[in-house]
Nanobody
Framework: QVQLVESGGGLVQAGGSLRLSCATS????????MGWFRQAPGKEREFVAA????????VYADSVKGRFTISRGYAKNTMYLQMNNLKPEDTAVYYC??????????????????WGQGTQVTVSS
């Protein structure tokens, strides 16, 4: 079982930037797809971005394309989300999650089985 811990959330003004981190521990190796999701008050959890095992391939939700960048650390068991030009609608609890490496080809939310506790991001207007 892998454990995930997010950090880096906070309060920022619209147009500002934040960098979220996700650290894994427990039964870890580098063969996980990793992803970010978010959940705003009163809304369902939604996909933000995901990165392949190698880190060479990424996918983003349309709402964050061009503003957010997902990356993996050198050790591959850490992950980051650089968020630029933040908007009030980005306000949410952000979660990191892992999926089996084999799921990348036809990745779906259901493939993500291990989740962190979340970190709050609040963007003021």
């Amino acid at each position: 079982q892998v454990q995930l811990v997010e950090s880096g959330g906070g309060l920022v003004q619209a147009g500002g930037s934040l960098r979220l981190s996700c650290a894994t521990s427990g039964r870890t190796d580098s063969s996980y797809v990793m992803g970010w999701f978010r959940q705003a008050p009163g809304k369902e959890r939604e996909f933000v971005a995901a990165i392949s095992v190698s880190g060479s391939n990424t996918v983003y939700a349309d709402s964050v394309k061009g503003r957010f960048t997902i990356s993996r650390g050198y050790a591959k068991n850490t992950m980051y989300l650089q968020m630029n030009n933040l908007k009030p609608e980005d306000t949410a609890v952000y979660y990191c999650a892992t999926a089996p490496g084999s799921s990348w080809v036809r990745l779906s939310t259901a493939d993500f089985r291990s989740w962190g506790q979340g970190t709050q991001v609040t963007v003021s207007s």
